[in-house]
């Protein structure tokens, strides 16, 4: 059984950065692909960034791209989310979530994902 703890969120000033990690337990996580999403407060969850098992491949909402990184080490079985430029928008629960595969499929469906981490919180002041 996979499962996914989430750890770096926290509060920082507009134009600052954060970097997110997901600590992942299970043999599979270095043949799945591995997705970042978030949930604001009264939104529904959305997509941020994925990458494939690999390493070698990622994509990015519109919203993040330029500002956030998306990376693995999977002798660490760990994903990482480098966010910069943050802005008060960016606010949000943060989960990661495992993919069904070693690679991911655009349009990105949260459906396609599974399990999901506890989530870490992002605040982001003016």
């Known amino acids: 059984q996979v499962q996914l703890v989430e750890s770096g969120g926290g509060l920082v000033q507009a134009g600052g950065s954060l970097k997110l990690s997901c600590a992942v337990s299970?043999?599979?996580?270095?043949?799945?692909?591995m997705g970042w999403f978030r949930q604001a407060d009264g939104k529904g969850r959305e997509f941020v960034a994925v990458?494939?098992?690999?390493?070698?491949?990622?994509y990015y909402a519109d919203s993040v791209k330029g500002r956030f990184t998306i990376s693995r080490d999977n002798a660490k079985n760990t994903m990482y989310l480098q966010m910069n430029s943050l802005k008060p928008e960016d606010t949000a629960v943060y989960y990661c979530?495992?993919?069904?595969?070693?690679?991911?499929?655009?349009?990105?469906?949260?459906?396609?994902?599974?399990?999901w981490g506890q989530g870490t919180q992002v605040t982001v002041s003016s």
């Open positions: 979530a495992g993919g069904g595969a070693s690679n991911y499929r655009t349009p990105i469906r949260l459906a396609d994902f599974n399990p």
């Open positions: 299970g043999r599979t996580f270095n043949v799945l692909a």
């Open positions: 990458i494939n098992w690999g390493g070698d491949s990622t």
